[in-house]
């Protein structure tokens, strides 16, 4: 913005100022002498010039000729003494001589007395100043091409030797100056002293054409072959020619000299804006396209995981519900069958590996019993396997539902999961438990159930524990004799009496031959007995007819014991695991074992349906946030967009304005 209001205040100043500037004893100073008609600057075959000398008319000094010596770093006003050091123009030759090695900037104030028609200076139109900078080396290039960038300058003219052509140093400073002003007035001095001066201009002008391409199309008015010294002294055609062009140049063509650097850095500028916007309007299409290619490839999928979010909830609760009931049923199931199983004094399952013990005889009973019971025991343990085993099946073929609806749920491109399941490890708490138990096998009972859950039924102490009532059941057979068989052990859990016991004789009376009497036909023997007693003949026989009756009845339970005891003992662990827990009929055995397996298989389904629910949930957050990123950034393009095809509008139109048509 600074720039641009120099160049406002530059377009709008009448003065005009002139560089002359080009490269070490091209003849820059001799140049400006002869413009003056005056030697002025100092000359020698030596450089001798290093400050910029500005020189105006002494007109704008109240007519006083005088130099004066800027002062560095302060900002020069011609009514502030303070701001400069005044010297004689007698003296500015020695002033040069003596600070040779100092570069300082200095204002020259002369008096031309030639008229307007003939001066530069004094030329009646406006005022002009032109500035004699040091010539071009390795420590001035960068001061002078910043120079002539300012934009106060309003011609450059580039003097350069015949004899030497353009130098690098030349060529760097013309091709920076050109790119701020498009015309720049060159000056080939010591042209006469030149021997084929045809081949000379022809290798001038083509560098011209590679450095200033606008110079070198209007090259008969900008680029002149002269010899400044020779003119200083006498009148030389060419030189004339190039004072009227420079005149010419700075004021009759001043479209060109002063409007028409503003006009190339506006074209410039105004080309620059047109390549950003150009540049960043591709970029904002692309990101458009893209966001809604984005836009077009995810929102169906966002909107596919949203309408099927409950569709999935459903099925993943349908899969554990499935799972778990079916696995509580089968339980309960192969647990009751084998519980009836073992009540009839069978084993719980058929299994090559288990049988029944062989009857060691009447003097091994006791080890016969116990050997029964751990047998009928580990078959249920086997059957609680077999019921874990076809929950692990069960489970398995959940998994399987489930990875399935991950399958059709999940948008591809979501990572499946990795785990994988593993039947065995199902249960592994409780089967720890049997191994620790196992070892220790102690009589504690571990934190998990009335019925011990987690210790197998054939290493529970309390189950293997074998008492009389497994030989001679005394409480079933009172129920089965008094109540006609309608109750059972399974009941209300009758206490064993003396009552209980004494019908076990009872019953052996009843049971002679092989027959089982009723009730009124045990009341009609007793009523008969009391009559027979009463008979002497009968009372001489009775001591013969009991003992033969208990004889029996000893014998009778000998042979059926190998028979009895599997039933009686099945029939016992039956109605014990079957027995409530203090009314709570979900305590048994049966209840517990369901619902434990059920909760295994529920757990291990609902771990498969968090994973799924889980990744469901991060990729339709993924989704999501896809989907708003690429909304936000189609916005923002389209935005985007919209502003820079507004600025390309304005760049054309302020073209059209300004008339900048041709310096886009």
Aim: charged letters at 25%; proline letters at 2%; a negative charge.
């Amino acid at each position: 913005m600074t720039h641009l209001e120099k160049l406002r205040l530059r377009v709008q100043d009448t003065a005009s100022k002139v560089l002359v500037t080009g490269d070490l004893n091209a003849g820059k100073s001799t140049l400006v002498n002869a413009l003056l008609k005056r030697t002025v600057m100092p000359v020698d075959q030596q450089p001798c010039t290093t400050a910029f000398c500005e020189v105006h008319d002494a007109t704008e000094n109240g007519g006083k000729e005088e130099v004066h010596i800027l002062k560095e770093g302060v900002a020069y006003d011609i009514n502030n003494d303070s701001t400069f050091t005044r010297a004689s123009i007698a003296d500015f030759e020695q002033f040069v001589s003596e600070n040779e090695n100092e570069q300082q900037m200095l204002r020259v104030y002369l008096s031309d007395a030639r008229p307007s028609t003939e001066s530069l200076l004094n030329n009646g139109v406006v005022d002009i100043s032109l500035i004699d900078a040091p010539g071009l080396n390795r420590d001035s290039v960068k001061t002078t091409a910043v120079f002539a960038r300012q934009e106060e300058i309003d011609v450059v003219v580039f003097v350069v030797s015949a004899e030497n052509h353009f130098t690098l140093s030349a060529k760097d400073f013309l091709w920076t100056a050109s790119n701020e002003k498009a015309y720049l007035f060159i000056v080939v001095n010591k042209y006469d002293q030149i021997r084929d001066k045809a081949k000379c201009r022809r290798l001038v002008l083509e560098q011209i054409r590679q450095l200033s391409p606008s110079t070198y199309e209007d090259a008969e008015d900008l680029v002149h072959f002269v010899d400044s010294a020779a003119a200083l002294q006498t009148k030389t055609p060419s030189f004339n020619t190039l004072e009227s062009s420079l005149r010419s140049f700075v004021l009759t063509k001043r479209n060109k000299s002063k409007l028409h650097p503003a006009a190339t850095y506006l074209g410039h500028l105004l080309s620059d804006v047109d390549l950003l916007v150009g540049a960043n309007a591709i970029v904002a299409q692309a990101e458009l396209d893209q966001a809604r290619t984005d836009l077009e490839r995810s929102r169906p999928v966002l909107e596919k995981m949203k309408n099927s979010h409950d569709a999935l909830e459903e099925s993943l609760e349908g899969v554990e519900d499935c799972g778990a009931s079916r696995a509580r049923m089968r339980t309960k199931e192969l647990l009751m069958g084998a519980l009836d199983c073992v009540g009839a004094g069978k084993l719980g399952v058929n299994v090559p590996e288990l049988h029944l013990p062989s009857y060691p005889g009447f003097f091994g009973l006791w080890d016969y019993v116990k050997d029964v019971r751990k047998a009928l025991l580990v078959s249920l343990d086997l059957a609680v396997k077999i019921a874990e085993d076809e929950a692990r099946i069960t489970t398995s073929n959940g998994i399987n539902k489930i990875s399935d609806l991950d399958d059709e749920h999940l948008p591809e491109g979501v990572e499946r999961s990795r785990r994988v399941f593993m039947p065995e490890a199902m249960f592994s708490i409780r089967n720890k438990a049997n191994k620790r138990r196992s070892r220790r096998m102690s009589g504690a009972i571990v934190a998990g159930g009335t019925h011990g859950l987690g210790i197998g039924l054939a290493h529970r102490s309390d189950m293997l524990e074998t008492t009389f009532f497994d030989i001679f059941d005394a409480e079933h057979q009172f129920l089965v004799h008094f109540t006609d068989g309608s109750k059972s052990i399974e009941g209300d859990g009758v206490c064993i009496t003396a009552l209980g016991v004494a019908s076990v004789g009872i019953s052996a009376l009843t049971m002679v031959g092989g027959q089982t009497l009723g009730i009124r036909a045990l009341f009609e023997g007793v009523v008969r007995a009391s009559d027979f007693i009463g008979n002497e003949s009968a009372r001489k026989w009775a001591a013969v007819i009991i003992g033969t009756a208990v004889v029996g009845t000893t014998a009778y339970y000998i042979l059926e014991l190998p028979k009895a005891i599997p039933k009686t003992v099945g029939r016992r662990i039956r109605a014990q695991l079957l027995r409530d827990v203090e009314g709570r009929p979900e305590e048994t055995f049966v209840e517990w074992n369901a619902d434990r397996i059920s909760r295994e298989t529920r757990k291990v389904l609902r771990l498969a349906s968090w994973d799924v629910r889980a990744r469901f949930k991060g990729a339709m957050e993924d989704s999501g946030h896809k989907v708003k990123s690429a909304e936000e950034v189609e916005r923002k393009a389209h935005g985007a967009l919209d502003y820079f095809t507004g600025v390309q509008a304005k760049t054309g139109e302020v073209r059209e304005t300004a008339g900048l048509a041709g310096f886009a």
